[in-house]
Nanobody, 116 residues
Framework: QVQLVESGGGLVQPGGSLRLSCAAS????????LTWYRQAPGKERELVAHIGWSGDATNYEAAVQGRFTISRDNSKNTMYLQMNRLRPEDTAVYYC?????????WGQGTQVTVSS
């Protein structure tokens, strides 16, 4: 059974930091391209950051460029999203996605709330 489990969300003040994790099981992790998405209330789900198989290739949505860092540890079957200088507009449910081009899996999401 394939599972993607996000963790690390919570309530943080503007300017603060959080690190999200996405732990995978049931897949050959290194064969999957990984992506973080987020969905704010009343908005469509949007891509936040994307990382290739080895971790060398990354790209980011413009609004998070320079503040967020995506990474992966294939030995731990885990992907991360380090989020710094958080803003209220970063408030959303954050989801991880894994795809090998044929099959796509999603996690259940973790809530991030940025508020004073």
């Amino acid at each position: 059974q394939v599972q993607l489990v996000e963790s690390g969300g919570g309530l943080v003040q503007p300017g603060g930091s959080l690190r999200l994790s996405c732990a995978a099981s049931g897949i050959t992790f290194r064969d999957y391209v990984l992506t973080w998405y987020r969905q704010a209330p009343g908005k469509e789900r949007e891509l936040v950051a994307h990382i290739g198989w080895s971790g060398d290739a990354t790209n980011y949505e413009a609004a998070v460029q320079g503040r967020f860092t995506i990474s992966r540890d294939n030995s731990k079957n885990t992907m991360y999203l380090q989020m710094n200088r958080l803003r209220p507009e970063d408030t959303a449910v954050y989801y991880c996605q894994a795809t090998d081009g044929a099959t796509t899996y999603w996690g259940q999401g973790t809530q991030v709330t940025v508020s004073s």
